[in-house]
Structure formats: structure tokens, C-alpha cells
């Protein structure tokens, strides 16, 4: 049976939530921002990322709104907007924990193909 409409519309906004916390750069940003507001230089030196890279990530989690910068001069320092975000990921690192990372072994959305055939 088809999903409603009314459902779907409901589960839009988590689904939307997860999918920007799924991109592994965008997960690592949050997690280096959990530990205080950074730079984008500071993000991309820990991160071992491009600027290019580091700021379209950046963009996105702003535009979700789950980072927020501050102007100093010609810096901009980043942080999370909200606390319950961590909240939200040592929730799943509880779960993954507690299903015996199980999901990075799902043949849809776990880790690559051959990561799996090793274990």
C-alpha cells in the first residue's frame, strides 16, 4: 500500500535532516563544530579538505539551518545552532552501537561492497 500523502508530507522534514547529515563531509564538519565555532581555514587544515569543498558544505548546513556564522572583520567563525544536534548523533552512535553496527552493513545504504565481503 502506497504511502499517504499526508504521511509523506509529515516525515519531509526528517527525511530532509538525514539526508543532509548523510554527505560524510557535511558529518565531519559537524562533529569538528561540536567541539566549538571554527574558521573555514580551521575546518579545511583538521579536515584535510579544500576551501571550495569545505564552503559548499558549509552553505548547505547553513541553509538547513544547523550552522550559523559570525563576522569578525573579514573572518567568519561557524558554529552549530542547536546543542540537540549532538544530541541527535550520540543517539545514533548508541543505536549503531547497539545493533552491532548492523546499518553499515545494509546492502542499500551501508559501507562499500567490499568493506562487507572482508567481515
Known sequence: MAMMQ????TLAPATALFRGLADPVRL???RQLASGEARVV????R?????????AHLGCLR???????RAVGRQSFYSLTRP???D?????ETLLAATGQAVALCPTYG???ATRETR
Do not use: H, K, N
Open 47 to 55: 579536515l584535510g579538505l579544500a576551501q571550495s569543498t569545505v564552503s
Open 111 to 113: 559501507t562499500s561492497t
Open 42 to 45: 580551521d575546518l579545511e587544515r
Open 6 to 9: 499526508e504521511e509523506r508530507a
Open 84 to 86: 540537540e544536534l549532538m
Open 88 to 92: 541527535l548523533l550520540t543517539s545514533a
Open 28 to 30: 565531519a564538519i559537524v
Open 63 to 69: 541553509e538547513c539551518g544547523l550552522v550559523e556564522y
